[in-house]
Nanobody, 125 residues
């Protein structure tokens, strides 16, 4: 059974930092791009960051560029999201996901087939 399990969410003040982790089990995703998405109450799920299968390229939503960093450790089957300078508008449930394609990377939610259960991030002002 394939599982993606996120952790690291929580409550933080504006300007603070959090590091999210996503551990995959049941299969390896070393040949798949990985991504983080988020969904705020009443809003659609949106792309936050993607990373290629080998970590050579990263793509970010404009709203998080310069503040968030996505990384991965294929030996640990884990992807991370370092979030700095957090803002109240970053409040959302954060999900990690695995791209369905072999060694390609996408930002569209439609290309991601495996999803975690999400972790809540709340930023207070």
């Amino acid at each position: 059974q394939v599982q993606l399990v996120e952790s690291g969410g929580g409550l933080v003040q504006a300007g603070g930092s959090l590091r999210l982790s996503c551990v995959a089990s049941g299969r390896t995703f070393s040949d798949n791009a990985m991504a983080w998405f988020r969904q705020a109450p009443g809003k659609e799920r949106e792309h936050v960051a993607s990373i290629t299968w080998n970590g050579s390229n990263r793509y970010y939503a404009d709203s998080v560029k310069g503040r968030f960093t996505i990384s991965r450790d294929n030996a640990k089957n884990t992807v991370y999201l370092q979030m700095n300078s957090l803002k109240p508008e970053d409040t959302a449930v954060y999900y990690c996901a695995a791209d369905r394609t072999f060694r390609s990377v996408h930002t569209s939610i439609l290309m991601y087939v495996y999803w975690g259960q999400g972790t809540q991030v709340t930023v207070s002002s």
